[in-house]
């Protein structure tokens, strides 16, 4: 087992009631917390709100682009209200309607604001009388930032060509004219045309016998925030793996991707018997082709997978594991702006530690934690003191004020997880399913659980945590040091051994591998990358053959640590990894170890010319910043 990635991803001036959506039903619901509309968003959500979405959208593979409408349901909460803005980037609108109570459709006047970087254009729509429905005319650009088409060439037939969408963080808002913002939810529906011979997926009720005659029909029938909306076309095979589990696949890599997902039924039934009832019907996932820029996407429904999780061993499920847990946390429970992100991806990682001890033990569940702490404590370095904090204080204005969108996974899990041990789990497993019970469905903020978190835990449980060191573990930089270091016997192990190989005084040889697994192999390459030289790294290739092994985790460590030593006898499976592997958190450390060396930096540059158009936008945006910064 290995550990989870820690991807590079990402209180209302109102005291309007929130809007919850569960299952298409509307229910108003108050809330003591006066909340601060999210700034990444145009949409006035204290006014108006969307409470459901059908798309009727065509793919065009030649232009690049998805056209149709959109129609968008809508609840009114300020009666003075008269204007309608919602989130874009890059559309191109050319017709908005409206309908009355007769069903005609009648145009309405609308218009783009000014473009920003980050957040894209408002569309405003000018919605005299406050209109039910209404309905938008539009285009994606060949470039929205959330699709990436594949040309037949870039998929692993070679065949047919590919497309699918990454929403999170602000994205949602290049392909479909919506509220981006995590603040609000809604239901939808969907009718996608595609090239015949193509399947289309979304993240929504898929039926595993559609044909897509007449078009490939979709419901989402709970209610989502738009960062949770998701597509993808392509050459797409399937396998059922349970009575409401399924794997969505390449052809060629259907097989694989079946055998690999296997205990996916039992990691739901054990994240039931800790969290209660699994609420969205089906669990079907996705294994894309190797562009798709992160490890994995909760999109409910059909959580999207990236191909470097295929070990052949099951020894990178934990990632299947993280992703259902959002099913609980982020996806059930949902941060209401991305300034609260560690709600999802804190408590996400924690969960996933409890599912993965339920079916594989405390040890290895041990040995994760460990690797994964100690990787937090090692990145610290590289983080301003400013982001290293789980949440910071002051109005929401901008995300480059936000915490790192990487540390808040390990932080936020290692704040439950120090809770928990005081508590003890009679203690605090019912509180933490209690959270998701109580807030199911909602969009919630820091602060409304730091009150649900006094009212239910240190009111009762003082001695748990004072005030002064809740404080820390929110606000502080860094890891307070009261934190509880989780300790593998296994991992102890390894330390001598790693020593003495060092020094010289073990032989590579003599090395007792036999029975170590992925987590050890992590371990151990971390712990001497830019200590070991290049001899030792030659004779570990040749002993173990690190460099061409199938297990992407411990490939992209061992490259890490040969580029840093001057090891460039392996640049012929490194030139392979990056050309065929889009995964940002592989992809762009091992560019930015190339780039310190004079001697690597021309071949990294070559390998990134021809690797670029395999790539996803973000990690191409991503490596040309290394490029241009170096």
């Not at 594991?321 to 992100?341: D, I, P, Q, R």
């Not at 032989?507 to 030289?533: Q, R």
């Not at 690597?600 to 540059?605: F, I, R, S, V």
């Amino acid at each position: 087992m290995t550990k989870l990635p820690l991807p590079s991803r990402r209180l209302f001036p109102s005291a309007a009631p929130l809007l919850r959506v569960t299952a298409g039903a509307v229910l108003m619901q108050c809330s003591a917390f006066a909340l601060a509309l999210d700034p990444l968003s145009y949409a006035d959500y204290d006014q108006v709100k969307m409470s459901a979405l059908h798309m009727d959208l065509k793919a065009d593979f030649k232009k690049k682009t998805l056209s149709g409408y959109a129609d968008l349901s809508l609840t009114w909460l300020d009666k003075n209200a008269k204007a309608l803005d919602l989130d874009t980037r890059d559309l191109v609108v050319s017709k908005v309607q409206t309908q009355d109570a007769k069903g005609a459709w009648t145009t309405l006047a609308h218009s783009l604001g000014k473009a920003d970087a980050e957040k894209g254009q408002a569309l405003h729509i000018h919605a005299a009388g406050q209109p039910a429905k209404i309905r938008i005319h539009y285009r994606t650009s060949p470039g929205a930032a959330a699709l990436q088409w594949l040309t037949p060439a870039q998929t692993m037939s070679g065949k047919r060509p590919f497309m699918f969408s990454q929403s999170q963080l602000l994205d949602a808002r290049s392909w479909v004219p919506v509220q981006d913002t995590p603040a609000v939810r809604f239901t939808y529906s969907a009718r996608i045309d595609a090239p015949q011979g193509l399947r289309v997926v979304m993240s929504a009720d898929n039926d595993m016998h559609a044909t897509g005659k007449g078009g490939w029909q979709f419901k989402m029938p709970q209610a989502i925030p738009s960062y949770l909306l998701a597509i993808a076309i392509g050459e797409i095979d399937v396998r059922a793996l349970g009575s409401r589990s399924a794997v969505y696949a390449e052809p060629l890599r259907i097989k694989d991707a079946a055998y690999e997902f296997a205990d996916t039924e039992k990691m739901i039934k054990a994240a039931e018997s800790l969290y209660g009832p699994y609420r969205w019907g089906r669990y079907d996932m996705l294994v894309l082709p190797p562009s798709f820029p992160i490890g994995g996407m909760e999109n409910p429904r059909l959580t999207f997978l990236t191909p470097t999780m295929i070990a052949g061993d099951r020894s990178l499920v934990d990632l299947i594991a993280h992703e259902l847990a959002h099913s609980w946390s982020g996806n059930l429970v949902t941060n209401a702006s991305w300034k609260h992100f560690w709600l999802n991806e804190g408590f996400t990682t924690y969960v996933t530690t409890r599912i993965i001890e339920s079916l594989y033990g405390e040890e290895v569940a041990t040995m994760n934690l460990q690797l994964e702490q100690e990787e937090a404590m090692l990145s610290l370095g590289d983080i301003e003191a400013a982001k290293q904090a789980l949440l910071t204080k002051g109005p929401d204005t901008s995300s480059k004020e936000y915490a790192d969108d990487g540390l808040v996974y390990p932080k936020g899990a290692w704040f439950l997880r120090t809770l928990e041990q005081r508590a003890g789990r009679a203690v605090f497993d019912p509180f933490l399913r209690g959270w998701f019970d109580q807030h199911a469905f909602q969009s919630v903020t820091s602060d409304q659980f730091v009150a649900y978190l006094r009212k239910n835990l240190l009111e009762k449980n003082p001695s748990v945590m004072s005030e002064a060191e809740l404080e820390e573990w929110l606000y502080a930089p860094g890891i307070p040091s009261s934190a509880p270091r989780a300790v593998s016997s296994r991992l102890a192990r390894l330390d001598a051994d790693r020593d003495a190989w060092l020094k010289g005084t073990l032989a590579t040889a003599k090395l007792d591998t036999k029975n170590w697994n992925a987590t050890e192999w992590m371990k151990f390459l971390n712990d001497i990358d830019g200590k070991a030289s290049v001899d030792q790294l030659k004779e570990l290739d040749i002993a173990f053959g690190l460099a061409k092994t199938r297990n992407n985790e411990v490939a992209f460590r061992f490259y890490r640590a040969s580029i840093k030593a001057g090891y460039r006898d392996v640049r012929e499976p490194l030139n392979a990894f990056l050309m065929s592997v889009g995964r940002q958190k592989f992809v762009k450390p091992l560019y930015a170890a190339l780039l310190k060396s004079p001697q690597d930096k021309a071949w990294a540059e070559g390998v990134f010319k021809k690797a670029k158009v395999r790539y996803h936008p973000a990690t191409q945006k991503s490596v040309s910043a290394l490029m241009t910064a170096k």
